[in-house]
Antibody, heavy 121, light 107 residues
Framework: EVQLVESGGGLVQPGGSLRLSCAAS????????MSWVRQAPGKGLEWVSAISGSGGTTYYADSVKGRFTISRDNSKNTLSLHLNSLRAEDTAIYYC??????????????WGQGTLVTVSS | DSQMTQSPSSLSASVGDRVTITCQAS??????LNWYQQKPGKAPKLLIY???DLETGVPSRFSGSGSGADFTFTISSLQPEDIATYYCQQYDNLPFTFGGGTKVEIK
C-alpha cells in the first residue's frame, strides 16, 4: 500500500525557515517523480515544486523560486522541501504527491495528508 | 504558463442529476489534463487522468472528455458522497497549474 506521510510543519515568523519531510512507502520511490502542492486556507491548490526520480531535475513555481529547495534521499525514501525567507502568503497546507507514471510527469495519484505551515509574527 | 479557467466556481444540484464542469486552458495542452476531487479537510484524490482515463477504483459515474484547450468533467448521476470541490490540472508544461475549483453541493 502506497503511503506518504508529511511532517515538519509549524508556526514560523516572517523571514524564517522550515524543513518539510515526506516519508514514502509501498512503491519503488526512486522510479517516480514527486511534487509538493500547497493550499492556502480556504483557497485552491497551487503546485509548488517537482523533482525527478533520480533527483537530478527540479522545478519551482515562480512564487517560491530562490526561496524553496526540493530534494530527495532515495536511500531513505524521503522527499524534502526547505522553505527559506518565509512570507505570510506561504501560509498553507503543504502536500507531497507522487506521479502516476514511472519516469515521466503525469497526474498525482497519491497524496499525503498534508502538513500545515503558518507564517506569522 | 498555461492558465486553467474552470467553471462554474460552484453549483447546486439534486441527487441523481447530471453535473458538468468545464476547464479551459490558455493554450493547447493536448490531453495532459487531470481531474481531482477534494472533500473538506482531506487531501485531493485523483479521479480522471489524461483527460478521459478513469483512475482505478473510481466509480464509473465520473467521466472526462476533451483535448486541446477545452475539457469537460461529468458526474452522470450525482450522489450525496460526491459533495466536494473538483479541480482540473494540466501537466503539459511547467508550472503544473490547477483550475480554481468547482464546489459541488446538494440542492
Amino acid at each position: 500500500e502506497v503511503q506518504l506521510v508529511e511532517s515538519g510543519g509549524g508556526l514560523v515568523q516572517p523571514g524564517g525557515s522550515l524543513r518539510l519531510s515526506c516519508a514514502a512507502s509501498g512503491f519503488t520511490f526512486s522510479n517516480y517523480g514527486m511534487s509538493w502542492v500547497r493550499q492556502a486556507p480556504g483557497k485552491g491548490l497551487e503546485w509548488v515544486s517537482a523533482i525527478s526520480g533520480s533527483g537530478g531535475t527540479t522545478y519551482y513555481a515562480d512564487s517560491v523560486k530562490g526561496r524553496f529547495t526540493i530534494s530527495r534521499d532515495n536511500s531513505k525514501n524521503t522527499l524534502s522541501l526547505h522553505l527559506n525567507s518565509l512570507r505570510a502568503e506561504d501560509t498553507a497546507i503543504y502536500y507531497c504527491a507522487k506521479c502516476l507514471r514511472e519516469g515521466s510527469w503525469s497526474a498525482f495519484d497519491f497524496w499525503g495528508q498534508g502538513t500545515l505551515v503558518t507564517v506569522s509574527s | 504558463d498555461s492558465q486553467m479557467t474552470q467553471s462554474p466556481s460552484s453549483l447546486s444540484a439534486s441527487v441523481g442529476d447530471r453535473v458538468t464542469i468545464t476547464c479551459q486552458a490558455s493554450q493547447d495542452i493536448s490531453n495532459y489534463l487531470n481531474w481531482y476531487q477534494q472533500k473538506p479537510g482531506k487531501a485531493p484524490k485523483l479521479l480522471i487522468y489524461d483527460a478521459s482515463d478513469l483512475e482505478t477504483g473510481v466509480p464509473s459515474r465520473f467521466s472526462g472528455s476533451g483535448s486541446g484547450a477545452d475539457f469537460t468533467f461529468t458526474i452522470s448521476s450525482l450522489q450525496p458522497e460526491d459533495i466536494a470541490t473538483y479541480y482540473c490540472q494540466q501537466y503539459d508544461n511547467l508550472p503544473f497549474t490547477f483550475g480554481g475549483g468547482t464546489k459541488v453541493e446538494i440542492k
